[in-house]
T-cell receptor, first 115, second 110 residues
Framework: DAGVIQSPRHEVTEMGQEVTLRCKPISGHNSLFWYRQTMMRGLELLIYFNNNVPIDDSGMPEDRFSAKMPNASFSTLKIQPSEPRDSAVYFC?????????????FGDGTRLSIL | KNEVEQSPQNLTAQEGEFITINCSYSVGISALHWLQQHPGGGIVSLFMLSSGKKKHGRLIATINIQEKHSSLHITASHPRDSAVYICAVRSRGGADGLTFGKGTHLIIQP
């Protein structure tokens, strides 16, 4: 079975450029999460969607960050304009939201470097 | 907001030793996750607990809801167990996103 697929795996770009990270969740999963991992702060939730609807975006650092989920099989996280402090590993995870707790399945992450 | 604390931050042990990693949290939860992150960076879910104890191979996870504490044990540790182990909680009240501990860097020496 295909897991959560993220692209690109690595991205290096200059500050001020627009960055778009992509995620394809596991088929049948209806919850999708975007996390960011840095050395200083560890893993943090940025935003999550249930049934393609953003539920909690309180972790999105500022207006430069935006996320969309146009359908059940695709989500994007966009940073515009990018800054060096956005350098981090960005993980996407998906799960099935039912009546009980379900494990989250993580993608391999996108390692983002802003110069 | 739930505060998640892990200890120890770093742990180096010899192959074969019994390993314990601890996690405590501040607010009631609906589930606690143990995750493993290898040097390559990928994150794998090891366990999800809401009560009691779970075992998978040489890994055992326990949780005490009253104490707000969980432990991850590794029996007969092996160098391939070297990784970062991360505790994460889903708070009670419906919020689905996870709050993470800072992780425990485990090195098992042959």
């Amino acid at each position: 079975d295909a897991g959560v697929i993220q692209s690109p795996r690595h991205e290096v770009t200059e500050m001020g450029q627009e960055v778009t990270l992509r995620c394809k969740p596991i088929s049948g999963h209806n919850s999708l999460f975007w996390y960011r991992q840095t050395m200083m702060r560890g893993l943090e939730l940025l935003i999550y969607f249930n049934n393609n609807v953003p539920i909690d975006d309180s972790g999105m650092p500022e207006d430069r960050f935006s996320a969309k989920m146009p359908n059940a099989s695709f989500s994007t996280l966009k940073i515009q304009p990018s800054e060096p402090r956005d350098s981090a590993v960005y993980f996407c995870a998906s799960s099935f939201k039912g009546d009980g707790n379900q494990p989250q399945h993580f993608g391999d992450g996108t390692r983002l470097s802003i110069l | 907001k739930n505060e998640v604390e892990q200890s120890p931050q770093n742990l180096t042990a010899q192959e074969g030793e019994f390993i314990t990693i601890n996690c405590s949290y501040s607010v009631g939860i609906s589930a606690l996750h143990w995750l493993q992150q290898h040097p390559g960076g990928g994150i794998v879910s090891l366990f999800m607990l809401s009560s009691g104890k779970k075992k998978h191979g040489r890994l055992i996870a326990t949780i005490n809801i009253q104490e707000k504490h969980s432990s991850l044990h590794i029996t007969a540790s092996h160098p391939r167990d070297s990784a970062v182990y991360i505790c994460a909680v889903r708070s009670r009240g419906g919020a689905d996103g996870l709050t993470f501990g800072k992780g425990t860097h485990l090195i098992i020496q042959p």
